[in-house]
């Protein structure tokens, strides 16, 4: 997905710091995945050098593209199926019209895309203790989804406002996780998390093309989430920062990049991450 993709997001919606309820079960270490498109796929070099590593985690929470990823990861997957599923993933995934309802493209696909990898599972039932974070479009509170249709808690994390129907559940639409926890550390908290490791992937600010009003738009949005992840990169145990080129495609090149970008960071994170897994629950 492009910039110009997101020319219907809506920038104003409010950022809540409320939560759905949860079972706050304890879990020694928690891997979080942030959101950020395709430079998701920075978390599957992470999760590569943590399988290298020997270091699993005992809760997987995601936003967005890092709930599409930690998904697939927490049902089973290593981290090079994952890779080869992602290059599969492209903006065509997108192109059922459903204007003019509250998107511009139904999201089922993306929920079809889980199911079809990992079949119809329960998020209570995978192997991995899992949460996808989305946000209330009314309210804008933060959602944790860790229960439930997996496909449809996906959907719900990533779907953009404005260019992607929201998920209905019960009287509640749910939208992308990015608007209320970008990168949700405070989620795994709140799950039960004693130990937090937080990759954020998130696009730079700094790095945005600003020749037209799209450019302007989209920065405003990189604006809002970008100040939300750097306050919950704060309160992780360890943080990881990939340093993503910029790109303009999603070609294979470009996405084999992305990864090793993402593992290069895990890999130099290692003396922390490999003292941090071996310690004690608090």
């Known amino acids: ?34 959101g950020g498109g395709c430079r998701g796929h920075g978390h599957i070099g992470v999760i590569r050098a943590l399988e290298n590593s020997g270091l699993k985690p005992d809760l997987v929470v995601g936003t967005s593209a890092g709930s599409l990823v930690g998904a697939l990861y927490a049902a089973g997957m290593t981290a090079d199926q994952i890779e080869r599923y992602g290059q599969q993933l492209t903006s065509n995934l997108l192109r059922n019209w459903i204007f003019p309802k509250l998107g511009l493209f139904g999201g089922d696909a993306i929920r079809r895309f889980v199911v079809d990898r990992v079949g119809p599972l329960r998020i209570e039932s995978m192997p991995t203790r899992f949460a996808a974070v989305a946000t209330d479009l009314r309210s804008g509170e933060l959602a944790i989804f860790d ?5 449809l808690a996906v959907q719900a994390s ?7 129907e929201p998920v209905r559940v019960g009287e509640r639409l749910y939208v992308d996780g990015n608007l209320a926890g970008p990168v949700p550390v405070r989620a795994a908290r709140r799950l039960g998390a004693k130990h937090v490791v937080a990759v954020d992937v998130s696009f730079p600010p700094e790095q945005a093309d600003l020749d037209d009003p799209y450019d302007a738009l ?11 992840a750097l306050e919950e990169l704060a309160t992780a145990d360890v943080a990881i920062a990939p340093q993503l080129p910029k790109h303009n495609d999603m070609g294979r090149v470009t996405l084999k990049t992305l990864v090793e970008a993402g593992e290069r960071s895990a890999l130099a994170a290692l003396p922390k991450l490999r003292k941090l897994f071996a310690a004690p629950a608090r």
């Open 158 to 164: 990533s779907s953009i406002p404005g260019l992607i």
């Open 218 to 228: 989209y920065q405003a949005f990189s604006i809002l989430t970008r100040r939300l």
């Open 147 to 151: 229960r439930g249709d997996l496909g």
């Open 1 to 34: 997905m492009n910039r110009r993709d997101v020319l219907a997001l809506a920038v104003g919606a409010a950022i809540g710091t409320g939560a759905s309820h949860v079972e706050a079960a304890p879990a020694r270490v928690a891997l979080v995945l942030g």
